[in-house]
């Protein structure tokens, strides 16, 4: 529409991601709110149950998204926020009680915004927005919001100042109000601070006063205590007695007296007579111009810094990942240049022609890899965000499946604050709902069950992240039934994946059963874990972001997966190697060592290769038949060297190990990642692409698949061996 | 010289929005402050031309602003608007009792704005 604002590419993204922003806050306090909740419900001693507070953030939440859609013209978005808001604001008042059915419609208010604005980002419009879900939606709400008020102000008649009532707003009034009724004591705590450095100070007292009771309001103090300060009048409620709450301030100088008895506020300007102490600053006039910004004498240091903490407070940037990623693609050119440069002085060198010129540049190239390596950690460091990003929306996964599955389970989240790429987080977000999505469905019983196992009747998934080395390992752990190995068997047996007498599970196999695609050992598809999505796909994901996957699980107590992840993404030290005529990248961090043996090493073992390396057997893998590759002509393994070595270069884990074999090590450098491409997603054994620097593209090895795939290989053939 | 313009407002998008739809049509440094704290604190700072306030804000309420901009002699000269939404009238009416010189309520068109400030700001630079 014409009428409309237009809102060009920058301030659209600029919304979106506020508009993201508030939406995850609002679903941290909605499972706050539900948590007060339910302890007020359960009749917790010391539960405060539902806090005041933190309904007026979430109102503030759904206030701000509305005023943010209106403005953008978004109108399906404003009327959900709108009609939330009302709800809401209802709510904080106390017109409309909560209850576990006002919270669901809060919650499924929350997924339809999210889906409004996921919507929008993608297509820049509304286009596609579906309006009868958005109007049976509101009309759900508006029944909900449409009870009849309670009781009508009592504040103004207990006698509270109307100066101080008219700055209030509707909410702080209520609480004055809700106050005032439950018999409180009104009371007011006056302080002077230094202007520079007034909300430390204020936070201080307001952290102290919450402790005695309910902080309804700040009021600044308009007239000019003296140069360089600032007064407050802190309101607030409680049912202490003055004495005490004069003992909880002790060491600050701080004046409390109760406010409905006290005869003004402090520091208004109609008091303004009472305060005469202060020197008058001349008022403002013609000659203001030249003596700006003219702080008071003595005042001018304290405003100093009132500057620069101003100047802190506003000095974060958002930044689009699009812009950081472009960031990180040049700061990877350079290090790939770098390559070049090192390469280069190393070729001079051999050359023997300038020694002390190619010494400088060598040593040049030394310093100039230094620096780029600080470069690329501060620009990894941006991307770097706390795994709150995405645990915060399990917290909302939980609660939803788990009341459709009629089970009861609590979310105990440890590690949020561990930080990896956003790109990862963002990656991580599918693949853990996957196994969040498991666990309930899957792994833990009802409650009926649990009980009748002597278990705690409400289930429990414990999701941690921590920091291991170079890499952040997130664990999610239930306490459920575990997983039935016979089971997975006669499933695989059933659908044809193993031989009726194959002989029990491993763990580990049971493990690669349950990735295979398809796989389920649910006889219905279920709302919760049928949608198609199996643990191949979490695999696949986690396999992705060059990361592993691995579970533990114990029959009747419960499962525990474990994803291990590189920290960052964008740059990788990598071995370079050579077989068959291609060159391949193998992360460099997966590699144990590199062997060179002879032809005469390898031992044929149930008709796998292997060789003996110390006191373990090493299973080994051809690229050239993983891959199928057609050698170049004459080639032969080992690349023709005439006593036909072959090169090993042993990766993965203990027992996980592998033996990749190859004709050539080209050497061990910085490569960037990039991405695969949607022809090369999926296929086994690839985690990416990577740049060399000179203008080849290499494909970068998945170890944790290959690895994965040779053990198969084994179980496989030992069956029909 | 450019007029110097103090937007307290708890949204970044929004208090962009205002900035870039106020710069379309003024010469003017704008001030932006995230939170009322911060906005009592650059006040003392620099002499402003305008003030404008959300409010609802988290530290202190944009009423409580407007009362302290306008009964202090400092600076109650300077002319103030406060930004409020639909189904507020309260909050409007309470602001303009309490001294502010306008409001604009959410979602406003641009021109509004604009009309709104070049109203509001005096005829001369200084």
């Known amino acids: ?721 | 010289m450019a007029y110097r313009i103090l937007i307290a407002e708890d949204s970044p998008t929004m208090r962009s929005l205002l900035a870039s739809t106020i710069e379309d049509v003024a010469d003017a440094e704008i001030v932006e402050t995230g939170t009322g704290f911060e906005a009592l604190k650059v006040l003392p700072r620099h002499r402003f031309d305008l003030i404008i306030t959300d409010i609802n804000m988290p530290d202190i309420n944009g009423l409580e602003l407007v009362h302290f901009v306008k009964s202090n002699p400092e600076y109650q000269r300077i002319p103030l608007i406060i930004i409020t939404t639909e189904g507020s009238s309260r909050d409007q009416e309470r602001g303009l009792k309490l001294g502010a010189d306008a409001y604009l309520v959410k979602p406003f068109r641009p021109e509004a704005l604009q009309q709104t400030v070049a109203r509001l700001l005096p005829r001369e630079a200084r």
């Open chain 1, 1 to 721: 529409m014409s009428d409309e604002p237009t809102p060009g590419a920058e301030p659209l993204r600029e919304f979106l991601s506020e508009s993201e922003e508030l939406i995850e806050k609002l679903g941290r306090d909605l499972i706050a709110l539900d948590q007060g909740l339910r302890r007020e419900g359960a009749g917790e001693a010391g539960a405060g149950g539902v806090d005041p507070e933190l309904l007026n953030d979430i109102f503030r939440g759904a206030h701000s998204l509305k005023g943010l859609s209106g403005m953008f013209g978004f109108k399906g978005l404003t009327t959900v926020s709108h009609n939330l808001e009302n709800l809401l604001d209802a709510l904080r008042l106390g017109r409309v009680a909560l209850d576990a059915q006002v919270l669901d419609l809060l919650f499924a208010g929350l997924d339809l915004l999210g889906r409004q604005v996921r919507g929008v980002g993608e297509g820049g419009s509304e286009e596609g927005a579906d309006l009868a879900e958005i109007e049976a939606f509101v009309a759900r709400l508006n029944e909900a919001a449409g009870r009849p008020r309670t009781a009508a102000t009592s504040a103004a008649a207990a006698g509270v100042d109307p100066a101080i009532l008219a700055v209030l707003t509707e909410f702080e009034e209520h609480r004055l109000d809700e106050n005032v009724r439950a018999g409180r004591g009104l009371y007011r705590a006056r302080a002077s601070f230094d202007l520079a450095t007034f909300d430390q100070g204020l936070a201080e007292l307001t952290g102290r006063l919450k402790k005695q009771g309910e902080v309804v309001t700040t009021l600044p103090g308009a007239a000019a205590a003296a140069p360089g300060r600032i007064e407050f009048d802190v309101v607030f409620a409680t049912d202490r007695a003055e004495a005490d709450l004069r003992a909880a301030l002790a060491g600050l100088e701080a004046e409390v007296s109760p406010l409905v008895a006290a005869p003004s506020p402090a520091g208004r300007a109609e008091e303004a007579p009472q305060v005469p102490v202060a020197p008058q600053r001349p008022a403002p006039g013609p000659d203001a111009d030249r003596a700006e910004p003219r702080p008071a004498a003595g005042a001018a240091q304290a405003a100093e810094e009132a500057e620069s903490s101003l100047r802190s407070a506003t000095q974060t940037v958002r930044v689009d990942i699009a812009k950081l990623d472009a960031l990180m693609t040049i700061v990877g050119e350079l290090v790939l240049d770098k390559t070049v440069i090192g390469g280069i002085a190393e070729e001079m060198r051999q050359a023997g022609g300038a020694p002390t010129l190619s010494g400088a540049l060598a040593k040049a190239t030394r310093s100039l890899g230094k620096k780029l390596a600080e470069l690329q950690e501060r620009v990894m460091e941006v991307r770097m965000v706390p795994l709150s990003q995405a645990f915060d929306k399990m917290a909302r996964t939980v609660r939803k499946l788990s009341r459709d599955a009629g089970k009861e389970v609590d979310l105990v989240i440890s590690g949020a604050d561990t930080k990896l790429d956003k790109l990862i987080v963002e990656e991580l977000v599918d693949p853990l709902m996957h196994i969040i999505r498991n666990a309930i469905d899957h792994g833990i019983e009802t409650t009926d069950e649990r009980v009748e196992l002597g278990k705690p009747a409400r289930g429990r998934i414990a999701l941690r992240a921590f920091q291991k080395g170079n890499h952040v390992v997130i664990e999610v752990e239930d306490d459920g039934q575990g997983i039935d190995f016979d089971r997975v068997r006669s499933v695989a047996v059933a659908r044809g994946l193993l031989e009726p007498d194959a002989p029990p599970l491993k763990p580990r196999e049971a493990f690669d059963l349950l990735c295979t695609p398809g796989f389920t050992t649910r006889d219905t598809v279920t709302e919760i874990s049928g949608r198609g999505v199996g643990m191949d796909a979490v695999r696949t994901a986690i396999s992705q972001l060059s990361g592993a996957l691995d579970l533990e699980t114990t029959r009747g107590a419960g499962t525990k997966m474990i994803i291990t992840l590189p920290m960052t993404l964008a740059i990788i030290q990598a071995l370079v190697v050579a077989t068959c005529g291609r060159t391949y990248a193998i992360p460099l961090s997966q590699v144990q060592e590199n062997l060179m043996i002879a032809p005469g090493d390898i031992r044929t073992v149930e008709r796998r290769e292997v060789i003996q390396l110390r006191e373990r057997t090493l299973p080994l893998a051809r690229l050239e038949r993983i891959f199928r590759l057609r050698p170049p002509d004459g080639w032969r393994p080992g690349g023709g060297r005439a006593d036909g070595s072959l090169y090993v270069v042993v990766v993965g884990m203990g027992e996980r190990s592998l033996g990749i074999v190859v004709d050539e090590l080209l050497g061990q450098q910085d490569v960037v990642i990039k991405s695969v491409g949607e022809l090369l997603r999926g296929v086994r054994g690839i985690a990416g692409a990577a740049d060399l620097g000179n203008q080849q593209t290499v494909l970068v090895l998945d170890v944790g698949s290959l690895t994965d795939e040779a053990i198969a290989l084994a179980a496989g053939r030992r069956e029909v061996g």
